[in-house]
């Protein structure tokens, strides 16, 4: 889930190593998020530097087989510079960060076994425990988690080196390289941004209507990919301006309309008709009964005006059976601007904000 910021201003290439607050200054949470993450490569480096891309002190994450089933020891494991731990045995296919995939699965065959761990930004409309009372309920900063998935891809290899390899190739044709240095994984795929330029008009009297800049304006716009068919390098994005951060809980009965959990906080946050949406599911169920939305989900639009009476808003497609969530497991709706399609290599523009996107897409990709 995205937060709502102004702009992401971190570049390690300029090799700042600090924020220094300035007297009299307006201070933005751009540049309070840069100083937390410069704080924390400046960490991960370090860390990558003591114990290399990954290790454990305790044996911990450790991958075991037994009749047929695969599961991921309790213990300490470092990745990429990150602290991870996991209290008890998981399932591959499952675990604690994996609601969606089954708790346990049967291998047959030799398989190259890999933990996927990817940070997720949580709103408060997710954990509700981040709103603040005393202020009446509003949101205010948001936080971010480390989610843990045991990965398991088949191999025809004997030995960890060429299942390695294999492993690789997989990554490859999804569009990822594997970055043996740090451990990270690093997308293939290219998005170039700009500007559309007016024609000059015919004539100075009757100047065409377009869009574009009107003024000074900082504003994060958003765009993820939903789909791609590499044969024909077509498919389809959605944008959406304050990086689409728009989240509410919500629920459904027939699957075609959702009732929202909570008011919009003016016009300007509400569904529109022809506004395109994405239905999350429920990732993460914390003890404590809050939850984190999943990170992507079927995408579709608004097909009647918002029933503000009712909460309710009408989506153009109708969710099956095992997507309709439950109490324990919420739906949430995140509003996005537009969905679009595109041809990777041609520009396409983002409605009327004055801006283009190109998309080179090295392989099949998923994401933003």
Known sequence: MGSDRAR??????RGYRAIVQQQGRVTLEADGNEGNALAETALRDDVIDIVGPWGTPDDGYKVTAAKGALQIGAGIYYLGGWRLTLPKPIPIGGGPDALDLPEAHLFEGNYAVALLVTEQEVSAAEDRALREVALGGPDTAARTRLMQRGVAVGTQGTDCPSAAKDLIAELAAEGATWDVATGALKSTARLTVVPVTSPSPPDPCDPPASG????ADNQLIRVSVTAFDPATKKGTLVWGYDNASTLYRASTTDGAVLTLLSDPIDSDHTPQIDQAVEVLQTRKLFDHGEVIAADAGPVTTVIKPYDA?????????TLDADQRGDD?????LRLWQAEIAFEAGTQVELGTTGLAVLLDLGGTPGGD
Do not use: A, E, W
């Open 309 to 317: 009476d009712r909460k309710q808003v009408t989506l153009g497609i």
């Open 8 to 13: 992401i201003s971190l570049d390690r290439g």
């Open 212 to 215: 574009g800049y009107l003024g």
């Open 328 to 332: 324990t497991h919420p739906l949430f």
